[in-house]
């Protein structure tokens, strides 16, 4: 699994707390069944933030790249 | 959400100033955003925060507040409350965080309930009209101890 191609891609690069959680929540809702959505973050906050807010809300989180302080999550949309 | 019960969180905001509003908006929208239920219960300063007239304008005392690179001596004078508060302010917004306005709006469009304090408003001479649209209801003590009663997380702040 080494290319995830996302549906729906949420930057959220420069800020911090809570907004990495909100706005990827207002993706979960809005994306459609099987979808992938793509987080970028770059609050460290974000990399045990993003990974419970997936788990609680039934959804998947399939890969989760970092390079140098970026994050990126991959979420399968349940 | 599977088969868990959903969590529940009621926290009560007796504070006005800015440092004071930022964690219970954060905790709330998060705590909404993960599904769980959030009420938030504003009562004596905190009411600041919903009134129209004094959410944008919410301040952080120079005075006695040791974190403060300033003596107190100096911290009295005229105009340092607004100088410290504009430091503040262009801290967080540098390091990404919200204006408090916004942050109200994310817990609204995440289901967060927000609720007057009915005695605070009679003693300071509030009406419905002086709060933001975003507050749910008006209620006392009693009502809020009921909503709390089997909260997962209740906070004083």
Known sequence: MSEVKADIVVDARG?????????????????????????????????????????????????????ENEIRFYIKVK | MGDEEKKKICIIVSKGTLDMAYPPLILASVAAALDWEAHIFFTFWGMDIITKK???KLKISAVGNPNIPMPNILAVLPGMDGMVTGMMKKTLNKVGFPPIRELIKECKENGVKFYACEPTMKAFGLSREDLLDEVDDIIGAATFLEMAADANVTLFI
């Open chain 1, 15 to 67: 800020k911090m707390c809570p907004y990495p959680v909100l706005e990827t929540k207002k993706a979960l809702k809005k994306a459609q069944s099987g979808q992938v959505i793509e987080v970028i973050a770059n609050d460290q906050g974000a990399k045990k933030d993003i990974p419970v807010l997936v788990e609680k809300t039934g959804n998947e989180l399939i890969k989760v790249d970092e390079k």
């Open chain 2, 54 to 56: 004094k959410v944008d």
